[in-house]
């Protein structure tokens, strides 16, 4: 069964800090992976999709990386901003259907 | 670009009452996730429907179904609601049944008092 996990649980930057969220997944049979932003009380925004053949995806401040045989992705933050502050989500998909499966989220606080 | 639509937003049923969520895909998405996520947890996978077909079933309570519509849309109907299902209720909706990205809506909020 797969199994997603975040860490940290909650972190805390100072504005403009550069910061790497970490994700790691226990089934490597993945078909991409993705990391959503979701405000308090919000619906789920999507913010970088890395398909299991590619190894990484960039967009504006965003680095996803993925090692698919190690299980893992990261999500690199550059130069933080307190708008950044949110609970990031990474989700596999994977197995005989393309249902997503969360990991448990990281609390952003980005100090002013 | 159109994106998922979700019905009502918000919804406040009582116990032991019916509600009846609906989700409207992408135009020519033939695909259709529920995600059930409730206060402080991550999101949960419920069901999916492929070409009006269920594809996959998840955590979904015996109380709750579901069915996707020959226009695509879907609707999620619980019954008998209980204080815990109170959550967030994610539509997603994709191209294809496998390898494809998922696009959210909104969410409903249900709060069952």
């Known amino acids: 069964k797969q199994e997603v996990t975040q860490i940290p649980a909650a972190l805390s930057v100072p504005e403009g800090e550069n910061l790497v969220l970490n994700c790691s997944f226990t089934?490597?049979?993945?078909?991409?992976l993705q990391w959503f932003r979701q405000d308090p009380g919000k619906g789920l925004t999507s913010l970088l999709l890395i398909q299991s053949s590619q190894r990484e995806q960039t967009s504006g401040r965003l680095n996803a990386s993925l090692d698919k045989s190690s299980g893992r992705s990261t999500l690199y933050i550059a130069a933080s901003q307190p708008g950044d502050s949110a609970t990031y989500l990474c989700a596999v998909s994977g197995g005989a259907t393309n249902k997503l499966i969360f990991g448990t989220g990281t609390l952003l606080a980005v100090q002013p | 670009a159109a994106g998922v639509i979700q019905s009502p937003r918000h919804l406040i049923k009582e116990k032991r009452e019916t509600a009846t969520l609906k989700c409207y895909p992408i135009?020519?998405?033939?695909?259709v996730y529920w995600y059930q996520q409730g206060p402080g947890q991550d999101p949960q996978f419920l069901i999916s429907f492929y070409e009006k077909m269920q594809s996959d079933k998840g955590s979904i309570p015996d109380r709750f179904s579901a069915q996707q519509f020959s226009d695509y849309h879907s609707e999620l109907n619980m019954s008998s609601l209980e204080l815990g299902d109170s959550a967030l209720y994610f539509c997603?909706?994709?191209?294809?049944?496998?390898?494809?990205?998922?696009?959210f809506g909104q969410g409903t909020r249900l709060t069952v008092v």
């Open positions: 089934d490597s049979a993945i078909y991409n």
């Open positions: 135009p020519r998405h033939d695909t």
């Open positions: 997603a909706s994709s191209l294809g049944a496998l390898v494809t990205e998922a696009f």
